[in-house]
């Protein structure tokens, strides 16, 4: 099993406490999440955990910092740690400021960033950014497809259903080709779908120990129906709460590589409380099985 942190909320200098120890500790990946603006009243429901009595689960007042800004800074203060997005909400995106941003930490973290991407949940944030609702997934799809020709084509040029690019040029392209690790999230028929035919990996979010096992097979199943099932597609779960050595037992004989964890609720417990789990879990040297 390899074992990874959720950043989130920290503060900065938590945040770069944190990734250090991380890495010093023998930690696989930081991750850390993206949304653009929160209204402070929402109809959408936050789909991936069960509030806590009396606290939403996803409110406004959360702390959303650029992650391809702070996901740099990050890459800078470290040296092997990997450095993943859970996940960028791609429809909210243009396609052309988001191939930039992703080649650009692609470059100055020496081929380390995974690109999570996902269609997004919250109605209301791409209302006020001004991105259609609808057919946010076949937008992820094509913006994808767009970023991919722009990473690799010396001029490239694309002709879509949403975007159209006459002969450009984009560089400089990323080191890691044909495009960084693509992580897809959801659980929804589709989602993982697109996962299994689109993906490098699949990062779940907010299930019990005991719902994985399904959702893994239904991956392999769908990466088998799409050809995909020679490739390797790593399975991450961000657990709900601190898992202990029989959790991360029956993740692993349920198909997970990588368990990500965030063992505190106060930032200024993080680097001690991070330091005892990895004493828990044998992090250091830790080995994954060889994905699906």
């Not at 936050?46 to 959303?64: D, I, M, Q, V």
Request: proline letters at 10%; charged letters at 20%; a negative charge.
């Amino acid at each position: 099993m390899r074992y990874a942190v959720s950043l989130f909320p920290l503060r900065p200098a938590q945040m770069i406490d944190v990734a250090v120890e991380a890495e010093r500790l023998g930690f696989d990946t930081l991750w850390l999440g993206e949304h653009i603006i929160s209204p402070l009243s929402m109809a959408s429901s936050y789909p991936y955990a069960e509030a806590s009595p009396g606290t939403p689960a996803y409110h406004s007042r959360l702390p959303f910092y650029d992650p391809y800004a702070a996901l740099s800074f990050l890459a800078a203060r470290t040296e092997r740690i990997r450095l993943g997005l859970s996940l960028s909400i791609v429809p909210l995106h243009d396609p052309y400021h988001l191939a930039r941003s992703v080649a650009t930490i692609d470059l100055f973290s020496q081929g380390r960033f995974l690109f999570g991407v996902g269609t997004g949940w919250l109605k209301e944030e791409f209302d006020i950014v001004g991105q259609p609702w609808q057919r946010r997934g076949a937008r992820l799809e094509e913006s994808l497809a767009l970023m991919v020709r722009l990473w690799n084509d010396p001029e490239p040029s694309f002709d879509g259903e949403f975007f159209t690019l006459p002969p450009s040029g984009m560089e400089p392209k990323p080191q890691t080709r044909p495009h960084p690790p693509f992580f897809f999230g959801g659980i929804t028929p589709v989602a993982l779908q697109r996962a299994a035919r689109l993906g490098d990996g699949w990062i779940g979010v907010g299930l019990q120990t005991h719902e994985v096992a399904p959702v893994v097979d239904r991956l392999r199943e769908a990466r088998h129906d799409c050809d995909r099932g020679h490739q390797p597609l790593e399975i991450s779960l961000i657990t709900a709460t601190t898992p202990t050595a029989a959790d991360v037992a029956e993740l692993e004989a349920a198909g997970v590589h990588q368990v990500v964890v965030r063992p505190w609720t106060k930032g200024r417990d993080a680097v001690h409380n991070l330091r005892e789990l990895a004493d828990a879990l044998k992090v250091a040297g830790s080995t994954g099985p060889p994905p699906l």
